[in-house]
Structures are given as C-alpha cells and as structure tokens.
C-alpha cells in the first residue's frame, strides 16, 4: 500500500515537471496524482495487493461508523438520563469476537469503550473474548451486539 502512495506521489511529481509552466502549481500536482491514480488502479492487479485507495476509504467509513454509533448511543443515554425513574437493569455479558491481532483487538475495545452505555471491562488472555458491562441489558445488549458486528467488518476491512 506504501508503495502504491510512494509511486503515485511520483507520477504527480512527474506530471508536475513535465508540464510547460514557469511556476508549477499546486493545481498541477493535484491533476497529476488523480492522473496517477487513475493508472495505478489500471495496474493495481499487477502488485499483487489490493489498491491503496480502498483501505483509505475503508478508513473514512470506520471513522463515519463510530461518528453514527457514538450519535445514536449517546441519544440513548441521555433518553436514559432525562427520565424521572432509571428504568434501567445494568448488566455484564461476554461476546466472542472473529478479530485476531493486537491491534484489530485493541481498535474494537476502544471503540466500544467510547459509545456510552457500554464498557469493554476485560479482553480475555487470547483476545477473542470481550467482557462488557451494558447500561441496560434489555434494551442496549442487542445494540451493543449489532454495533460491535458493524465495527468488526469495518476494521476487517481496514486491517485486511
């Protein structure tokens, strides 16, 4: 992926230089790595690793992800919050993840951990099993287990 980045920044700088001006512009940079682009996505097969730019937007929409779920919980706890009575029943319950790795692993925690209502409390020693503490267990468990689903893919889909 570094490569492909390095290569492309190349080619802009190749553009940039080959063009007839007195004084190069951004402009022309920027023309010459969407040129870039465009002919290493034409070669990408060749690398035998996947174009560099699907990671980028897998990264965008990971970010975009937990913007929406981190939205969405924190309407539910503050729905919880404004209430006269806690109607609420907290809970622990444990979930069995497909990532492996530190970082993949690392990555979910943190992004549990930052929506409200719920907590990554403990990793197991093999990294595939979460320990979270729910604010209600009828109501956020199934979210939290939805969200946790969303998060997996899209980190597979940065990380791999």
């Given amino acids: 992926m570094a490569a492909q980045f390095i290569l492309n920044l190349f080619i802009a ?17 920027l023309m010459g790595f969407i040129v870039g682009i465009g002919i290493l996505y034409a070669m990408h097969r060749f ?4 174009f560099y730019l699907r990671r980028v937007f897998s990264i965008i929409r990971l970010m975009m992800l937990f913007n929406w779920e981190l939205l969405i919980s924190s309407y539910s706890v503050l729905k919880q919050i404004t209430t006269p009575k806690l109607n609420i029943t907290p809970g622990i319950f444990t979930y069995k993840t497909e990532l492996k790795g530190d970082w993949e692993v690392t990555a979910l925690a943190l992004l549990l951990t930052l929506t409200p209502g719920s907590v990554v409390m ?3 020693e093999e990294g595939d099993l979460f320990y979270i503490h ?7 468990k199934d979210a939290v287990i939805r969200s946790i689903g969303k998060f997996e ?5 940065v990380t791999r």
């Fill in 13 to 29: 700088a190749l553009w940039l230089l080959l063009q007839d001006e007195i004084t190069p512009t951004f402009t022309t940079f």
């Fill in 47 to 50: 690398y035998g690793t996947q």
């Fill in 122 to 124: 403990e990793v197991s």
């Fill in 134 to 140: 729910a604010m209600d267990m009828e109501e956020s």
């Fill in 153 to 157: 893919q899209a980190i597979m889909e």
